[in-house]
């Protein structure tokens, strides 16, 4: 028995904060396999190259440029995908933003950026996706975080903002499971080149002791997140809904990580530069 492929041609496969690191990562997968992908980020610069990418795979693809914080943007992206692709099959909510800071030293805007990004961005993209999700069988992944459960110094506002992100996903279940809708989180763990990691381990050495805590002792690499994805969206995921799934070699067994000192050589980069 194996995992038919073939089921994802010409489906419609829309991934918000889909231009770079695992999201994107999560749409190339889609799109090798003949799926019609459109992708969604702020950057102009990212978007072209995102989507000449995913061209260039030979398959259709449709950059956006939109902000999941301001919901028309989201929704004229939406639109748009629809039109050309039809209702949507596979809907990934990946947007984030992260930085090391201590709760007591950050600003109040600073804990609102990554809220509004990571949670209230998530439920933008999910409320602007819900006319548009096929009915019944679409399905909806989130890319949430180790945080999200894992009490982490330097991280309180990325454990709040994941851990909405986690009950959001765990409550849609129970209000969109009537109409065939299926969500589900990913928890990638440190996954190796992505911005992630170099903002929450910038030195070699920080590198190093991160991979030490996990068991199977190396980085994740974002196809290991991809193919996670795609199983969920194919036949063999149809019974799954509301689950919150590690992809991270084990690392949510081992209890709570400490950045300080991965902040203070970010913050020493940082002078230097
Ligand atoms: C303290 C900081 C800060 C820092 C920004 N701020 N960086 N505070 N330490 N290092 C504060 C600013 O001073 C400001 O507050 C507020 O946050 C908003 O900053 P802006 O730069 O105006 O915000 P914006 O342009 O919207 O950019 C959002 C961002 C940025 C999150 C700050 O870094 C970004 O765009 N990130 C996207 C890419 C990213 O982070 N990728 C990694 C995702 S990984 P004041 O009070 O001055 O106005 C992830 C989990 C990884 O999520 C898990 C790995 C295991
Ligand atoms: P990344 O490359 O920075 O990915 C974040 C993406 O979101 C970018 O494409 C960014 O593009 C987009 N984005 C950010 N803010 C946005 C906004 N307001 N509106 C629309 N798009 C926005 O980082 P990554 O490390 O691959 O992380 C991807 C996801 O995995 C995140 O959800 C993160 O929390 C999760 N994660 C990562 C790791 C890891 O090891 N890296 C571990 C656990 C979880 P623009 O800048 O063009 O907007």
């Given at each position: 028995?194996?995992?038919?492929?073939?089921?994802?041609?010409?489906?419609h496969v829309f991934?918000?904060?889909?231009?770079?690191?695992?999201?994107?990562?999560?749409?190339?997968?889609?799109?090798?396999?003949?799926?019609r992908?459109a992708?969604l980020?702020?950057?102009?610069?990212?978007?072209?190259?995102?989507?000449?990418?995913?061209?260039?795979?030979?398959?259709?693809?449709l950059?956006c440029?939109?902000?999941?914080?301001?919901?028309?943007?989201v929704q004229e992206a939406m639109a748009r995908a629809v039109a050309a692709y039809g209702p949507i099959d596979?809907l990934?909510?990946?947007?984030?933003?992260?930085?090391?800071?201590?709760?007591?030293?950050?600003?109040?805007?600073?804990?609102?950026?990554?809220?509004?990004?990571?949670?209230?961005?998530?439920?933008?993209?999910?409320?602007s996706a819900h006319e548009h999700l096929r009915?019944?069988?679409a399905?909806?992944?989130?890319?949430?975080?180790?945080?999200?459960?894992?009490?982490?110094?330097?991280?309180?506002?990325?454990?709040?903002?994941?851990?909405?992100?986690?009950?959001?996903?765990?409550?849609?279940?129970?209000?969109?499971?009537?109409?065939?809708?299926?969500?589900?989180?990913?928890?990638?763990?440190?996954?190796?080149?992505?911005?992630?990691?170099?903002?929450?381990?910038?030195?070699?050495?920080?590198?190093?002791?991160?991979?030490?805590?996990?068991?199977?002792?190396?980085?994740?690499?974002?196809?290991?997140?991809?193919?996670?994805?795609?199983?969920?969206?194919?036949?063999?995921?149809?019974?799954?809904?509301?689950?919150?799934?590690?992809?991270?070699?084990?690392?949510?067994?081992?209890?709570?990580?400490?950045?300080?000192?991965?902040?203070?050589?970010?913050?020493?980069?940082?002078?230097?530069?």
């Amino acid at each position: 028995m194996q995992l038919d492929l073939t089921q994802f041609r010409g489906r419609h496969v829309f991934v918000a904060g889909g231009t770079t690191g695992i999201n994107y990562g999560i749409a190339e997968a889609f799109g090798r396999v003949g799926a019609r992908v459109a992708v969604l980020s702020r950057s102009a610069e990212n978007v072209a190259t995102a989507q000449a990418r995913l061209q260039a795979l030979g398959g259709e693809a449709l950059g956006c440029v939109g902000d999941v914080r301001q919901p028309a943007t989201v929704q004229e992206a939406m639109a748009r995908a629809v039109a050309a692709y039809g209702p949507i099959d596979v809907l990934v909510s990946g947007a984030a933003g992260n930085f090391l800071a201590l709760a007591a030293e950050m600003s109040p805007n600073a804990f609102k950026t990554v809220v509004d990004i990571d949670l209230l961005g998530s439920f933008n993209v999910l409320r602007s996706a819900h006319e548009h999700l096929r009915k019944p069988g679409a399905c909806v992944i989130q890319i949430s975080a180790p945080q999200a459960d894992t009490p982490t110094p330097w991280q309180s506002h990325v454990c709040a903002a994941k851990a909405g992100v986690d009950m959001l996903t765990r409550t849609l279940a129970l209000e969109w499971g009537g109409e065939g809708i299926r969500i589900n989180s990913i928890v990638p763990g440190p996954i190796a080149d992505t911005e992630g990691i170099r903002r929450l381990a910038p030195t070699p050495e920080a590198l190093e002791r991160m991979t030490a805590r996990v068991p199977l002792q190396r980085m994740g690499r974002c196809e290991d997140v991809a193919r996670c994805a795609l199983m969920l969206a194919s036949d063999w995921g149809s019974y799954i809904t509301g689950a919150v799934i590690p992809v991270d070699g084990g690392l949510s067994l081992t209890g709570p990580r400490d950045f300080a000192s991965a902040a203070a050589a970010a913050a020493a980069a940082r002078s230097r530069a």
